[in-house]
């Protein structure tokens, strides 16, 4: 008997120790589930060998182009091996991953958000990437090399690049960036190699001017001004193909034309003679300019003293003139006697920095002419002492533009201003959101506006401070709120496809993850709300309102009911985890069509987080409480993972909350598994523009 009992106790013991042997073997168990995840977002093919798509060991068993440190994965190869789909939402587990090669492949969609942030070599390289540069590159501190070529990236690259010291090759090429270069490049000292060729870029190439590079090819793209006397230096470059100045450059300027001409010598030789001559013929100039200028100014001020709102119907017909250059000088373009306001002219913007105590722009620099690449904010997380770079604009071009503020303009009110439509003669419109506080710390605030800049953010392009008006000036997005979307919209037939709604919210969790995670110090929005997430004509979500926060003096009044967490009692008490349980409000709104709170419903379903909470986790209950607009049309799975984000968003306990880091990966995924066929989602597709676009792929 004791014997048979030894028997059973040795052979459970045995058991028992196979049952504790590690499930993922000699790899790391977030490695392991990153590459899962990897390899069912492409599409798990069967050429990698040994890949699953749950568990298995990497490292211990020899997958298919993976190399192992221990037990770690250090080293992905997956190039030129026909590869499609996408990259999956969870490479930032890969923290050990030092080379990432993914290139020449088919691979498609937007590059993840996330890469592995410790990489020192990425190679993305002849795939079918759209989208931009990830910002999360911005981070990798160790990166040596960086290959995005032949692509189909678009857009302005951002100024991302200050931290990548270690940089030593970039290769951008054939893809379809524009704008002008990032300021940052000119902090790359260790870049040895610069590949820019065949995309759009424009703007002078100053930046690269100190840079130590050997290789540098910048041909084919739509690059002005003169060739920096620097590239002389250059070893292999390739410059053709581009815009360049045939006028001879300024004498301070240091070019060379091609290796033919030394302008900057040629300035050396001229005569003493000559250079005086020059001297006073410029003196004489100047003398000239400035009484023009100063008649011009005596009549500006003669026809704006006697300056009223002007009344829309006194205009009707008449055309309304840009507010935002593109890479030319404004200059005056006539007058109209019909109206106290001229109408017909371009306005001027100038850069305005804090130094200046004044609200009103000095003359001086109000008559500067303005490019579109000092319009743009440069892209920096940390906070800047460098004057702001948002573009200054007259009162009286936007009094213009607006209509003089009249009601045919207005387009809404919110707790801290009013928002007008401003109409411009190219077809563009911008959204002008007049303050009601006083100009108390105004330039403050433009300052810390100024230095968010995301795709999912709404980015000020300009502002104004004169006569006691202070005015925001922002791109107009022509789809309105989300808010207006969800619940004043009359397209009950076509509304928001799921697969559309959980990308607004992925875009906006995005959005407040730049402000809380990567801004540095961070920022807290404090009014997240679903009439704050505008869409534009691709139903892509901007979060509106950022860097306002300093002007929200009772929390409750500005967010409104059914958006207080339950922590609130007084200003102070508001945090990040504050902002993330209303991005959980906004997600209900998202997944049942209902406002945060409404007075016409029944007293238990009227505040929309307390009826919906209990009924998050019951699959029953959850198919009763999606928008029934949708008609059933969603993945089971993917609307149970919303549900399941929003729980944790939506909890009492701020302490239990997620970062957002951790909610725009789940979201992702949520993404991912919205497999609706092409068939039912091209039924719906006609709501209202492009609404399944793969804006996130």
């Not at 749950?54 to 037990?71: E, L, M, Q, R």
């Not at 869409?535 to 967010?559: M, R, V």
């Amino acid at each position: 008997m004791s014997q048979h009992f030894l028997g059973l106790l040795t052979a459970a013991l045995v058991i028992s120790g196979h049952l504790l042997v590690p499930i993922n073997g000699d790899t790391d168990s977030p490695d392991v589930s990153a590459l899962n995840v990897m390899y069912k977002s492409l599409r798990s093919p069967s050429q990698l060998t040994g890949w699953k798509s749950s568990g298995g060991d990497p490292c211990g068993k020899s997958w298919k182009g993976i190399t192992c440190s221990g037990s770690s994965v250090t080293v992905i190869n997956l190039s030129g091996l026909g590869l499609s789909g996408t990259l999956g939402y969870q490479l930032s587990s890969l923290t050990s991953v030092t080379d990432f090669d993914l290139s020449k492949n088919n691979l498609q969609g937007d590059i993840p958000y996330q890469l592995p942030p410790s990489s020192v070599h990425i190679n993305l390289a002849g795939n079918a990437f759209t989208g931009g540069v990830p910002y999360s590159i911005s981070e990798m501190s160790d990166l040596e090399t960086l290959s995005l070529a032949n692509n189909q990236l678009s857009g302005q690259v951002s100024d991302m690049f200050g931290k990548l010291r270690k940089l030593t090759e970039l290769d951008l090429s054939i893809n379809r960036f524009s704008g002008n270069l990032p300021q940052s490049f000119g902090s790359l000292k260790n870049l040895n190699a610069l590949y820019l060729q065949n995309n759009q870029f424009t703007g002078p190439v100053n930046v690269l001017a100190s840079l130590h590079l050997d290789n540098l090819n910048i041909q084919n793209n739509q690059f002005t001004g003169w060739i920096p006397d620097g590239f002389r230096k250059i070893n292999n470059l390739q410059a053709g193909g581009n815009s360049w100045s045939s006028l001879r450059a300024p004498a301070h300027y240091h070019t060379y034309d091609n290796g033919k001409d030394d302008r900057s010598s040629g300035y050396k030789r001229k005569s003493s003679v000559i250079n005086g001559l020059a001297i006073s013929g410029t003196v004489v100039v100047v003398l000239f300019l400035i009484v023009v200028m100063l008649a011009l100014m005596k009549k500006r001020k003669k026809s704006t003293t006697s300056l009223h709102y002007i009344d829309e119907s006194d205009n009707q017909g008449r055309s309304f003139t840009p507010l935002v250059g593109h890479d030319k000088d404004f200059k005056r373009m006539g007058s109209s006697s019909s109206s106290a306001v001229d109408v017909n002219f371009v306005p001027r913007f100038t850069s305005i920095g804090l130094k200046h105590s004044s609200s009103k722009p000095p003359t001086s620099e109000r008559s500067s002419s303005f490019s579109e690449n000092e319009f743009k904010i440069k892209l920096h997380s940390k906070r800047s002492t460098e004057p702001i770079n948002a573009g200054a604009m007259l009162l009286v071009d936007l009094q213009a533009a607006t209509g003089g503020f009249s009601t045919s303009h207005f387009v809404g009110k919110g707790s801290i201003g009013c928002v007008y439509k401003a109409k411009c003669v190219d077809g563009k419109v911008l959204a002008v959101k007049k303050m009601i506080s006083s100009s108390h710390g105004f330039m403050e605030v433009i300052s810390e506006i100024s230095r968010l800049h995301h795709p999912n953010i709404s980015e000020l392009v300009g502002f104004c401070s004169e006569s006691g008006f202070n005015l925001l000036v922002y791109e107009y997005e022509r789809n309105g709120s989300l808010h207006d979307y969800l619940h004043l919209s009359d397209d009950y037939s076509n509304p928001l496809t799921w697969d559309t709604r959980v990308r607004i919210a992925l875009g906006t969790a995005r959005s407040l993850e730049y402000l809380h995670e990567i801004c540095s110090p961070c920022t807290i929005h404090k009014n997240i709300k679903s009439a704050n997430i505008l869409l534009d004509t691709e139903l892509n979500p901007h979060l509106s309102d950022c860097g306002l926060a300093s002007f929200y003096q009772d929390t409750s009044k500005i967010l409104g009911p059914g958006y207080q967490p339950p922590e609130y009692n007084k200003p102070s008490n508001y945090t990040i985890k504050s902002d993330i349980y209303c991005f959980g409000v906004v997600m209900l709104e998202l997944l049942t069509g209902r406002k945060s709170f409404d007075s016409s419903r029944s007293r238990v379903e009227q505040n929309l987080v307390r009826w919906a909470m209990p009924q998050l986790h019951d699959i029953d209950a959850l198919s009763q409480m999606v928008d029934p607009a949708l008609r059933g049309l969603y993945s089971p799975k993917s609307l149970s993972r919303f549900a399941d984000v929003i729980a944790l968003c939506v909890q009492p306990e701020p302490e239990f909350r997620p970062p957002m880091s951790e909610v725009v990966q789940a979201l992702a995924l949520c993404v991912q598994q919205s497999n609706l066929n092409k068939k039912l989602g091209g039924e719906l597709s006609t709501s209202r523009r492009s609404e399944d676009s793969d804006y996130y792929y």
